[in-house]
Nanobody, 121 residues
Framework: VQLQASGGGLVQTGGSLRLSCAAS????????MGWYRQAPGSQRDLVAT???????VYADSVKVRFTASRDNRLNMMFLEMYNLKPEDTAVYYC????????????????WGQGTQVTVSS
């Protein structure tokens, strides 16, 4: 399995961005894809997960501003981010794990390389 995240960039406070994650080599149809982010000096935190059945889970900090979705036919996941804040600045990673785990992705699951999101104040 390979994951490729894209769509990051520099945006002003209040702006919007759309991240994409393309997955290839996936052989298991029941799976969960997730977005995580890591700011400098911080741990990697969950942003959102989306199951292949369409169930989404969001971190409280992004719940009303971000929307995660998937296109299972294209093996892609998206993250629409609105009303961005400086504290959203981080490297955003996508991940994939078999099944519908409650806990999201683990370090030894499949991860993409990350895309930088910078929100200027």
């Amino acid at each position: 399995v390979q994951l490729q995240a894209s769509g990051g960039g520099l945006v002003q406070t209040g702006g919007s961005l759309r991240l994409s994650c393309a997955a290839s080599g996936v052989t298991f149809t029941r799976n969960t894809m997730g977005w995580y982010r890591q700011a400098p000096g911080s741990q990697r935190d969950l942003v959102a997960t989306v199951t292949s059945g369409g169930t989404t889970v969001y971190a409280d900090s992004v719940k009303v501003r971000f929307t995660a979705s998937r296109d299972n036919r294209l093996n892609m996941m998206f993250l629409e981010m609105y009303n961005l804040k400086p504290e959203d600045t981080a490297v955003y990673y996508c991940c994939l794990r078999a099944g519908y785990p409650v806990s999201g992705c683990r370090p030894n699951d499949f991860w993409g390389q990350g895309t930088q999101v910078t929100v200027s104040s």
